[in-house]
C-alpha cells in the first residue's frame, strides 16, 4: 500500500516564498507528481519527478529524495493566483494515482 | 486542443435516483482514468480504462456503480441508485501512457445525493 502525507494548510504573504512537503511510503516508486487545483476547478499539472534532486521551471521547484521517501515544492516570488490547494501524487500500478489529501496555499497581500 | 471535458458540471438527486456522469478524454488518449473526492477527503481512484477495456476497476465502491467507455472514446459512470455517501466530486483524467506519464483532469462533475 501507500501513505502519503502533506500539511493541510499553509499561509504567506505576497512575494514571499513557501515550500510544500510531502512524505510517501511505497511499495514501489514510479515517480511523484505535483498538482495544483484551484477551488472548483480541474487539478492541473506542475511538475514530475522520478530521479533525486531538484528541477525547476520558472517560479515552481521540486525536489525528490527517493532514500527520504520525501518530496517538496517550492514556489517563488508568491502571487495572489497562487493561493490553491497542492497535491502530492504518487503513480501505483497501471499508473493510477494516489494522492495526498493536499494543502491548501493561502497567499495574503 | 481540447481537454478533458466532463458533464454535468452539477448533479443534485434524490436517494435512489439513478444518475449519470459523461467523460470525454483527448482524443488519442487511450487511458482514462475515474477518481473521486468526497468531502474533506483526498482524491481516490476508482478505475482505469485502457481504451474499451477495464485495466483497473479496484477503486469502484460496490456494484451500484457501473463505468462503461463505449468505443474507446468517452466513459461513462452511472451510479445506480444513489446513497447519501456518494455525494463528492468525480473527476475524469486521462493519458497517452500509463504509470510515468503525465495525467490531465477534467474539471469534474459535483454530485450531491439528498
Known amino acids: 500500500g501507500q501513505n502519503i502525507d502533506q500539511p493541510t494548510e499553509m499561509t504567506a504573504t505576497e512575494g514571499a516564498i513557501v515550500q510544500i512537503n510531502c512524505t510517501y511510503q511505497?511499495?514501489?516508486?514510479?515517480?511523484l507528481f505535483w498538482y495544483q487545483q484551484h477551488a472548483g476547478e480541474a487539478p492541473t499539472f506542475l511538475s514530475y519527478n522520478v530521479l533525486d534532486g531538484l528541477e525547476e521551471k520558472g517560479r515552481f521547484s521540486s525536489f525528490l529524495s527517493r532514500s527520504k521517501g520525501y518530496s517538496y515544492l517550492l514556489l517563488k516570488e508568491l502571487q495572489m493566483k497562487d493561493s490553491a490547494s497542492y497535491l502530492c501524487a504518487v503513480p501505483g500500478g497501471w499508473g493510477k494515482l494516489q494522492f495526498g489529501a493536499g494543502t491548501q496555499v493561502v497567499v495574503t497581500p | 486542443e481540447a481537454g478533458v471535458t466532463q458533464f454535468p458540471s452539477h448533479s443534485v438527486i434524490e436517494k435512489g435516483q439513478t444518475v449519470t456522469l459523461r467523460c470525454d478524454p483527448i482524443s488519442g488518449h487511450d487511458n482514462l482514468y475515474w477518481y473521486r473526492r468526497v468531502m474533506g477527503k483526498e482524491i481516490k481512484f476508482l478505475l482505469h480504462?485502457?481504451?474499451?477495456?477495464?485495466?483497473?476497476e479496484s477503486g469502484m465502491p460496490n456494484n451500484r456503480f457501473l463505468a462503461e467507455r463505449t468505443g474507446g472514446t468517452y466513459s461513462t459512470l452511472k451510479v445506480q441508485p444513489a446513497e447519501l455517501e456518494d455525494s463528492g466530486v468525480y473527476f475524469c483524467?486521462?493519458?497517452?501512457?500509463?504509470?510515468?506519464?503525465?495525467?490531465?483532469f477534467g474539471p469534474g462533475t459535483r454530485l450531491l445525493v439528498l
Open positions: 511505497t511499495s514501489g516508486f514510479n515517480g
Open positions: 480504462f485502457v481504451k474499451e477495456s477495464k485495466q483497473d
Open positions: 483524467a486521462s493519458s497517452q501512457d500509463r504509470v510515468q506519464e503525465t495525467q490531465y
